[in-house]
């Protein structure tokens, strides 16, 4: 059977009908100034606007918008009632600081439009490192979207007037913007730069693909408001193909033709250039195009082993264990489909996993490893979501990070984790895409668009842990606000938004400073302070945290003593309490490898041993563990 798919190639809308077409989201603010003449001012909302660009007014009762987060929780309040007329622009203001209409007046003085109608909302906030902006009619459906990177502050989001993408930063007198009266703002709010003529940038291609295989076409448009797309076959319609991306999976006799797609925008439509798909019926092997992944999943959890193949005919499957044909029934569903699924998996499930693929023309296999452990104590134990105030205009790149601890007594592969901001959503989430190893008592940082190199440089190297992992992860939405967010993580067999191994909500930051976790109470959310819990202040800019620390490090264990008794050679050193130490040696400094003598817990400040030995050279080492 073969199956359309509509993909998304960048972000592109289903089709709607009539002037709903006509609407667009122009202008986000994500991170408002908090100076004045570059003095200290308070920091007004965030805000977006948006516009018709059609000819008839349209009542948005019943609309919603929201950021990044689902439908179910998106606003509808500030919609209520509200009439947008032709080439109008309307603001939708949060109201945490700007509470009313006069005091945003007062914010952007007299070039806002007298008659510019305002409305207020009380969440969500957008991430000043990057979010989204979607809105949805009274049925449902998604009327426009637009995602945006890291803000400068005090510069809003507005569009590109040649493309329409909201790429473009506002710059006073460029296309409408001004300065704003009571702080270090540019923006155009209530204002907008007319449309953006519509145009197609990249025309599909034709292609020939044997049968039982997949091929894709792809069309690439641009202009204001946002394009909209209509796939055709011989010059009808095609169901739901309505995305820039279209796939014809499993490709017969019957799919060859003329493909070409209809974009329109709601003020005008084109017509792609009309190309022909092929379909070789001859007899192919089959080609795998997706491997199986290895996976670590806890007790009872669902795990998945997906693969995909191309071939002529269409290739049957057969899954094994260790080498024998599994058969259909709990806990195996799928055992001849390209999808296995393992339910209620338990340690003994531990094992490899093969399946084999195989049509009349040819077979292959492909392998993937199970593990099974109970559910691992992984602790966030720090975010900073908030920089240094004098990070402002700097040119550094400080971005926002959290930290993973590994609590447990067993190592855990974070390959395949996921996680996401307030979402909470495992669609929108980031994943980790190789084998990444979290010791017991280790934690990992999680950094948004930063290298390790320069995170260590802003921290100081020589304050971290030597082997300190550094994930540098990005995405829209992912970025966690500075006024209250959350973050959540799943493991790789996760299928379930609610099956988390960990989550932390926090609250409005404190500017370089971070929320911490106080290791003797088992509490996330304290300010980090200097000193206590490994908390020190950052070697550029000034802020406070401990990353790659849940305690204060442990003072290098220097030997206080080395002294001959009668029963041999006492070496004494700095400890600390509850610490534990190993104590080497060798007999020539240019061996190949320490020998160990003994490894201790220490009772106190100092912890001293006896070598018995008669060797005549000795060199002795202690490390902390």
Same mark, same amino acid.
């Given at each position: 059977m073969k199956t359309f798919v509509a993909l998304a190639c960048g972000l592109t809308l289903s089709l709607l009908p009539g002037s709903r077409a006509q609407l667009a989201v122009t202008e986000v603010m994500s991170s408002a100034a908090n100076t004045l003449n570059g003095q200290p001012a308070t920091q007004n909302s965030d805000y977006w606007e948006?516009?018709? +660009?059609?000819d008839t007014p349209l009542d948005l009762t019943g609309y919603k918008f929201n950021d990044d987060g689902p439908l179910i929780s998106a606003r509808t309040e500030p919609f209520q009632g509200l009439i947008i007329g032709p080439g109008e !622009? &309307? =603001? +939708?203001v949060r109201s945490d600081v700007n509470k009313d209409e006069q005091s945003v007046r007062d914010w952007w003085g007299p070039s806002l439009p007298a008659a510019a109608q305002i409305r207020f909302y009380p969440s969500p906030g957008f991430s000043s490192n990057g979010d989204m902006v979607q809105v949805w009619d009274p049925q449902d459906r998604l009327v426009d979207a637009v995602t945006y990177g890291a803000a400068v502050r005090g510069r809003s989001f507005t569009y590109d007037v040649t493309t329409g993408a909201l790429t473009s930063l506002s710059t006073n007198g460029v296309h409408g913007a001004w300065l704003a009266a009571t702080a270090d703002d540019h923006g155009s709010p209530g204002v907008n730069a007319g449309p953006v003529p519509l145009a197609i940038t990249q025309q599909p291609a034709a292609a020939t693909v044997p049968a039982g295989n997949s091929v894709t076409l792809e069309v690439a448009a641009q202009g204001l408001p946002r394009p909209r797309y209509q796939w055709r076959k011989d010059g009808v319609d095609l169901p739901d193909a309505t995305r820039a991306t279209l796939t014809i999976t499993n490709a017969q006799a019957a799919d060859a033709g003329l493909y070409s797609v209809r974009v329109h925008n709601g =003020?005008?439509? =084109?017509? !792609?250039?009309? &190309? /022909?798909?092929?379909v070789d019926l001859g007899a192919t092997p089959p080609e795998l195009t997706q491997l199986p992944v290895s996976l670590w999943a806890y007790e009872g959890q669902t795990a998945t082993f997906t693969v995909a193949a191309l071939g002529n005919p269409p290739p049957a499957y057969q899954w094994q264990r260790d080498g024998v044909n599994l058969s259909e029934g709990f806990p195996y569903e799928g055992v001849q489909?390209? @999808?296995l699924k393992i339910h209620n998996v338990q340690p003994g499930e531990r094992a490899t996993y093969t399946v084999r693929v195989s049509n009349v023309a040819g077979s292959t296999n492909a392998s993937a490893t199970l593990t099974v452990t109970r559910k691992p104590r992984l602790v966030i134990t720090e975010v900073l979501s908030? @920089? %240094?105030t004098n990070a402002d205009g700097s040119s550094l790149g400080h971005q926002d990070w959290w930290e993973l601890t590994n609590l447990d007594d067993f190592a855990v592969n974070l390959r395949g984790y996921r996680f996401d901001d307030s979402s909470a959503t495992l669609t929108a989430a980031f994943t980790v895409k190789d084998d990444l190893f979290i010791e017991p008592g280790e934690s990992v940082i999680w950094v948004e668009t930063m290298t390790a190199d320069a995170f260590r440089q802003w921290w100081g190297a020589d304050h971290l842990p030597a082997n300190l992992k550094i994930i540098t992860y990005s995405g829209p939405g992912l970025g966690l606000s500075s006024a209250g967010d959350a973050i959540n993580v799943w493991n790789a067999a996760a299928a379930d938004d609610a099956d988390k191994v960990t989550s932390e909500v926090f609250s409005t930051a404190t500017a370089g400073v971070s929320f911490g976790y106080n290791p003797d109470s088992g509490i996330f959310g304290d300010l980090s302070v200097a000193g206590v819990f490994g908390a020190f202040v950052a070697a550029e800019l000034g802020d406070i945290g401990s990353p790659g620390w849940i305690r204060n490090p442990p003072p290098r264990p220097n030997f206080v003593s080395v002294k001959p008794t009668p029963a041999g050679i006492e070496l004494t050193w700095q400890t600390v309490p509850g610490g534990r130490y190993s104590l080497a040696y060798k007999t020539a400094l240019d061996a190949a490898t320490w020998q160990t003598l003994s490894t201790q817990t220490a009772a106190g400040n100092t912890t001293s041993f006896v070598d %018995?030995?008669?060797?005549?050279? /000795?060199f002795y080492r202690v490390q902390a563990e």
């Open positions: 948006l516009t018709n +660009f059609g !622009s &309307v =603001l +939708f =003020l005008a439509t =084109l017509l !792609s250039d009309e &190309v /022909r798909i092929t489909t390209a @999808q908030s @920089q %240094a %018995a030995s008669t060797d005549p050279h /000795r």
